[in-house]
C-alpha cells in the first residue's frame, strides 16, 4: 500500500487493510472521493448508517443539540437520554435502558449483567454459553464470547465463561448446561460470520430452554436491530422476547451510540456496578432519537421490505446463472455466495474500481458478498446496483 502524498496516513495504526481512496463526503447512499469520484455505498459504515451519509434529520439533531447542550455526565439526568431510552422500551418490551459509546461495549456490559444476575439469583452462576463463529465485539471478554476463529489465541489468555455451542443445534446448548450456566447468548443473525441466520425454530427453542432451566436469553442486534432485517428487531421474525438485547451499529445512524435494554427483573446493577463517561451523552442520543423517529415512520420499514424483496430477487437471478445458493439473510442484511475461489474478494475490487461510479460491497468472506446498503436505499439506486453486479459477476 501507498500513501497518500498529501494526507499523512502513516500516522494511522495499522489495524487494517484499507485502499487509498479518501472519503470527504456523502449524500444518502451515495460517498464521494477526495478526487471527486462517487460511489454507491452498500457498506454504509458497517451497516451503521441507517439513513445513508449526511441524512439532514440527523444533522439538524445534531446541531440543534450542540447549541443546548452536549453533555452532562453520568452523574445527572439529561432530557435525550430520557427520551430515548423510552422510545427504546416502548418499541421493544424491555423496560430498562443502559446506553454505551459501542455495540462491543452494549454486549459488556450485557456480560456483567448477567454475572450480577448469576450473583444475586442463581447462587454465583456465571457462564454464558456463546456460539461458534459468532460476533460480540473487540473488548477482551466480547472477544472471548465471540466465536470468531482465532480468538481464542490472539491476545491469550481469554476471560473464562464462555463455552462454545453450535448455531442451530438445541443438543449442544443442553450438553453445555450446568449449574454454572447463567445465560445464551446470540446474534439472531451472525453477520460477520457471513450472514448466517439463527432459524425462528431454534430461537424458540433457546427461549424454552432459559425459561426451563432459568437461565437468561441474551440477545446480541447489534447489526441487525433498528430495522435492519425489515423489522424492529431481528428477533421479531422468531416471536420471541429476549431477557436482555444489546444495540450498536444503527442505532446511532453514524453516530457512535449502543445500548442495552432488559426486562425489569433482570435489572440488578447496584449504584456504581455499571457506568461510563459518556454513557447517555445527550449529543448522540438526539442524534439516535432522530433516526428512531425516521425509522418509526409509517413508510419506512415497508420500503426496507421492499428493497430488500427487490435486491433478493436480482441477487438470486444472479446466482442463479452462476450456480450459487440461495440468498442468505434478511430485510437489507443480505449475502450472496459467488462459485470461484476468492471471487468475492475480486468482484468487490472489480465493483470499487468500476469506471465512472464505484460500487461498494462487503466480501464477507473470500467468496461470500455481504450487502448492508442504507435502509432508505432507493429503487433506482437498488436497480443500478443490480446492474453493476451483474456486469461485475461474468
Ligand atoms: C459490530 C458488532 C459488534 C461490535 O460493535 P462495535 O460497535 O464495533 O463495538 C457486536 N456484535 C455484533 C453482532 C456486531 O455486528
Known sequence: ????????????????????????????????????RRHLDLVQGWAVNTLGHAAPEIAAALAAQAGRVLHVGPGFHNDRAIALAGRLTALSGLDRCFFTNSGAEANE?????????????????????????????????????????????????????FP??????????????????????????????????????????????????????????????VGRTGTWWGHDAAGV???????GKGLGGGVPIGALLAREAVCCFAPGDQGGTYNGNALVCAAALAVVNAVDAPSFLPNVQARSHQLRTGL??????????????????????????????????????RAE??????????????????????????????????EAIP
Open 1 to 36: 500500500m501507498t500513501s497518500s502524498p498529501r494526507l499523512p496516513v502513516d500516522a494511522l495504526m495499522t489495524v487494517a487493510n484499507r485502499p487509498d481512496t479518501v472519503f470527504t463526503r456523502g449524500d444518502g447512499s451515495w460517498l464521494w472521493d477526495e478526487h471527486g
Open 357 to 390: 461510479t464505484g460500487v461498494l460491497v462487503n466480501a464477507v468472506r473470500p467468496q461470500r458478498l455481504r450487502l448492508i446498503p442504507a435502509l432508505n436505499i432507493t429503487e433506482a439506486e437498488v436497480a443500478l446496483a443490480l446492474a453493476a453486479l451483474e
Open 241 to 247: 422476547v429476549p431477557d436482555i438485547m444489546t444495540l
Open 109 to 161: 456490559g450485557a456480560i456483567k449483567l448477567a454475572r450480577k444476575f448469576g450473583q444475586v439469583h442463581r447462587g454465583g452462576a456465571y457462564e454464558i454459553i456463546t456460539f461458534e463463529h459468532s460476533f460480540h465485539g473487540r473488548t477482551l471478554a466480547t472477544m472471548s464470547a465471540s466465536g470468531k476463529p482465532g480468538f481464542d489465541t490472539l491476545f491469550a489468555p481469554q476471560v473464562p465463561g
Open 164 to 225: 462454545k455451542a453450535r448455531l442451530n443445534n438445541l443438543a449442544s446448548v443442553e450438553a453445555l448446561v450446568n449449574a454454572n450456566t447463567v445465560a445464551v447468548m446470540l446474534e439472531p443473525i451472525q453477520g460477520e460470520a457471513g450472514v448466517v441466520e439463527a432459524t425462528p425454530g431454534f430461537l424458540q427453542a433457546l427461549r424454552t430452554l432459559c425459561d426451563s432451566r432459568g437461565l437468561l436469553l441474551v440477545l446480541d442486534e447489534v447489526q441487525t436491530g
Open 316 to 353: 438470486d437471478r444472479i446466482g442463479h446463472r452462476v450456480g450459487s445458493p440461495p440468498v442468505r439473510g434478511r430485510g437489507l442484511l443480505l449475502a450472496l455466495d459467488l462459485p470461484g475461489a476468492g471471487q468475492a474478494l475480486q468482484v468487490a475490487e472489480t465493483l470499487r474500481l
